[in-house]
């Protein structure tokens, strides 16, 4: 049975750097790509980026200034970064599994989410 | 505000069908396949639907998927109340060259 255990800082004040970090328990961690997702109070869900195993990334460009997330094959864990966090950074971040291949078409989703952390940004 | 687009709110009756849907355009839903998520209140996204129309292992057929050009929809059968929750669509972007999601439905089984 395969487990996201994700754990970091949950309060942070304006300007500080948030970090989390995603450890992946009971399998295969070099066949898949792992991704951050965040979901501010109220609202829906936003893609941060991801990382395959061997440390190549892709960031969503709203936040691709910010973000930095890398990866420790040797330990199956993932981690990231976003500096300088205002109170829009508020909100409860997920680590996750993710499959992203194109055929004729791009297949993405994740079919493996850890428990999420809840991040608030207050001074 | 969401690259995709969902209504805020749809409800039915216990046992009813009910269907949500998600717009985009030719860089996202018309150019990718659409997942859809189960978001119940305090646990993670659940997926239900990949490749616009596969169920994952163990997802019941009560949840369906369909995409036609540049819109989707997730199709839910014999509502329950532990349906309720809020479900997301989401896709990639080849213009963004991102991940992008809806802003999310809440079901309402009444």
């Known amino acids: 049975q395969v487990q996201l255990q994700q754990w970091g800082a949950g309060l942070l004040k304006p300007s500080e750097t948030l970090s989390l970090t995603c450890a992946v328990y009971?399998?295969?961690?070099?066949?898949?790509?792992w991704s951050w997702i965040r979901q501010p109070p109220g609202k829906g869900l936003e893609w941060i980026g991801e990382?395959?195993?061997?440390?190549?990334?892709t960031y969503n460009p709203s936040l691709k200034s910010r973000v930095t997330i890398s990866v420790d094959s040797s330990q199956n864990q993932f981690s990231l970064e976003v500096t300088s966090v205002t109170a829009a950074d508020t909100a409860v971040y997920y680590c996750?599994?993710?499959?992203?291949?194109?055929?004729?078409?791009?297949?993405?989703?994740?079919?493996?989410w850890g428990r999420g952390t809840l991040v608030s940004v207050s001074s | 505000q969401s690259v995709l687009t969902q209504p805020p709110s749809v409800s039915a009756a216990p046992g009813q069908k009910v269907t949500i849907s998600c717009s985009g355009n030719?860089?996202?839903?018309?150019?990718?396949?659409v997942c859809w998520y189960q978001h119940l209140p305090g646990t993670a996204p659940k997926l239900l639907i990949y490749?616009?129309?596969r169920r994952p292992s163990g997802i019941p057929d009560r949840f369906s998927g369909s995409k036609s050009d540049t819109s989707a929809t997730l199709g839910i059968t014999g509502l329950r109340t532990g349906d309720e929750g809020d479900y997301y669509c989401?896709?990639?972007?080849?213009?963004?060259?991102?991940?992008?999601f809806g802003g999310g439905t809440k079901l309402t089984v009444l």
């Open positions: 990382i395959n195993h061997s440390g190549s990334t």
């Open positions: 490749d616009s129309n």
């Open positions: 009971g399998g295969s961690f070099n066949f898949y790509s």
């Open positions: 996750a599994r993710e499959s992203r291949y194109r055929s004729n078409t791009w297949t993405w989703y994740f079919d493996l």
């Open positions: 989401g896709t990639w972007d080849s213009s963004l060259n991102a991940g992008v």
């Open positions: 030719s860089s996202n839903i018309g150019d990718n396949h």
